[in-house]
């Protein structure tokens, strides 16, 4: 059992740019979250997947973010036109058949 | 909607000494869980501690144990004996639906 693990863990982009994350979860995991966390805050949900399934989104996931998980294993998160605002950690985790979620390390997004 | 308030942003205790963390929530759910999280500095979440809302006896792991009082919705955690390494924010959440709702957190120092 690695963990769950997330690249990149820091990225910088310029305002504009489209940017890509990518989250691998407990292997054996069958739900994986995407959440929002800025400075100072606690964790925001955005989304979450059963198996490849996208089951829900949160109203703060607007268009310009799209979440995938292929054949239910690892997920990535996409940015299109980066906005300062987006600048946040953003977390992803896994869970199995009990309500405990593992968290992977977060990918920091700092937006230029 | 679920809401989880804590209401200390910041604690400090002394070392091998007891402090207590305030978290309160609101929800029209009677089946949830809740849960605290530790995020030290730089570090990823991990969870201290979950509670079922069906179960009346309150969670203990070692040190660390709760007061969850369903009525008055409140959810507290207790740390005895802390420990320099105890030192972190702490994230109170709720979960229900597959998702968490995490409060603002409380950032804990503890003095030597």
């Known amino acids: 059992d690695t963990g769950v693990s997330q690249d990149p863990r820091h990225k910088i982009t310029k305002r504009g740019q489209n940017v890509t994350f990518r989250c691998d979860p407990i292997s054996e995991h069958n739900r994986l979250y995407w959440y929002r966390q800025t400075l100072g805050q606690g964790p925001e949900f955005l989304t979450y997947f059963q198996n490849e399934a996208q089951l829900e989104k949160s109203r703060l996931l607007s268009d310009r973010f799209s979440a995938e998980r292929p054949k239910g294993s690892f997920s990535t998160l996409e940015i299109q036109r980066t906005e300062q605002g987006d600048s946040a950690m953003y977390l992803c985790a896994s869970s199995g058949w009990y309500n405990e979620q593992f968290f992977g390390p977060g990918t920091r997004l700092t937006v230029l | 909607a679920q809401t989880v308030t804590q209401s200390q942003p910041e604690m400090s205790v002394q070392e091998a000494e007891t402090v207590t963390l305030s978290c309160t929530y609101d929800t029209s759910e009677s089946d949830y869980y809740l849960f605290w999280y530790k995020q030290p500095p730089s570090r990823q979440m991990i969870l201290v501690i979950r509670q079922e809302a069906y179960k009346q006896q309150n969670a203990t792991e070692n040190r660390f144990s709760v007061n969850f009082q369903k009525a008055a919705k409140s959810f507290s955690l207790k740390i005895s004996d802390s420990q320099l390494g105890d030192a972190a924010m702490y994230f109170c959440?709720?979960?229900?639906?597959?998702?968490?709702?995490f409060g603002q957190g409380t950032r804990l120092t503890i003095n030597p």
């Open positions: 959440a709720w979960e229900g639906a597959q998702k968490l709702v």
